[in-house]
């Protein structure tokens, strides 16, 4: 008999065994396989938890979207069976509410006073420890602490940098999303530490697409107040310019509007909007105007003339008329 050592956890083996006689060198065939698992043991690593609150506009209560990302411990201690929610009062531990759900996500329902909830993930064998995460009070303020954040791209990598006012903050989440999407469980974050920089490959990111960054700093199971950017990771020309409009024409001017094109089209942020007008029958001529404005009076104009009018938008990949 012999013990084989050194297995994993929760693990199928198949085992066969050959044999020869102390005076052969010639082996036998193989038996055939015997197939065991090895025992489960208990999740050892905590769970990445995290939140995203929001607030009712006619109610004092608040939903807490919560989730977290699956165990990745290679090997894995045994097959993971499911998710145990706890979360109270912050000043009642007595009142803990408790719920098992299988999915790597739940709602909450809290009212406006501070909540403590943790989450762990259990197996046959036992529980992991507990991730903790606390819920602010509806009217609790936090200090801004971190001052900037910045992206830019190196080679393959994305790199989100930021500026923290307090330098005893070693942990923080950065957190991200498109811009266009309206559900909160479909967040990205990740925990960093001992760093005021995150790097990922550049892939992490849809290309022409906004998104909004957020740093958050942690103090404990504390969550601070985030700062946030929108940003593109890679822009090109906006997919359509604006349509043109026309206010009541004056004998040498006209108030030319547009509206904004749909962010799904921006392809990147407008940086400014150029006015072409030309005459019947003359050159054409333009005016640019900063991104935040959406009408223009075009004066010294030719009496009796028609004009064409086209609106361009454009961002720092280049620009687009519009019709």
């Not at 009070?137 to 307090?166: H, L």
């Not at 593109?232 to 026309?246: L, N, R």
């Not at 909007?273 to 900063?290: A, D, R, S």
Request: aromatic share 12%; hydrophobic share 35%.
């Amino acid at each position: 008999s012999l013990n084989l050592t050194g297995l994993w956890d929760s693990t199928e083996y198949a085992v066969a065994v050959q044999c020869r006689s102390v005076e052969s060198k010639f082996w036998s065939e193989w038996s055939r396989e015997k197939t065991a698992s090895t025992e489960e043991k208990a999740p050892v690593e905590k769970l990445d938890l995290w939140r995203v609150i929001e607030s009712s506009h006619f109610t004092k209560n608040r939903t807490v979207h919560l989730m977290w990302k699956p165990l990745n411990h290679f090997p894995p201690p045994g097959k993971i069976l499911g998710y145990t929610v706890q979360y109270f009062p912050e000043n009642s531990a007595a009142l803990k509410m408790m719920k098992i759900t299988t999915d790597k996500k739940i709602i909450l329902f809290v009212n406006e006073g501070a909540y403590i909830i943790s989450v762990t993930a259990y197996n046959s064998a036992g529980d992991s420890p507990a991730a903790t995460l606390r819920i602010p009070s509806a009217d609790e303020k936090t200090s801004q602490v971190i001052e900037s954040v910045k992206t830019f791209t190196a080679e393959e990598e994305v790199v989100v940098e930021w500026m923290a006012s307090r330098s005893e903050i070693s942990r923080y989440v950065v957190e991200w999303y498109e811009d266009l999407e309206m559900d909160s469980f479909p967040r990205s974050w990740q925990y960093v530490s001992n760093s005021t920089n995150w790097r990922t490959n550049k892939k992490t990111f849809k290309p022409f697409v906004c998104y909004n960054i957020s740093v958050y700093p942690l103090y404990g199971n504390n969550v601070g107040a985030p700062y946030s950017i929108q940003t593109y990771i890679q822009e090109k020309k906006p997919s359509e310019g604006p349509m043109a409009d026309t206010g009541i024409p004056g004998k040498n001017e006209i108030t030319i509007k547009w509206k904004e094109i749909s962010k799904d089209k921006r392809n990147g942020f407008i940086t400014s909007y150029t006015i072409f007008y030309k005459p019947e029958g003359g050159e054409e001529l333009n005016e640019t105007v900063n991104p935040d404005v959406l009408q223009y009076r075009l004066k010294s104009l030719q009496a009796n003339t028609q004009y064409t009018v086209h609106i361009m938008a454009t961002n720092e990949a280049g620009g687009t008329r519009g019709e």
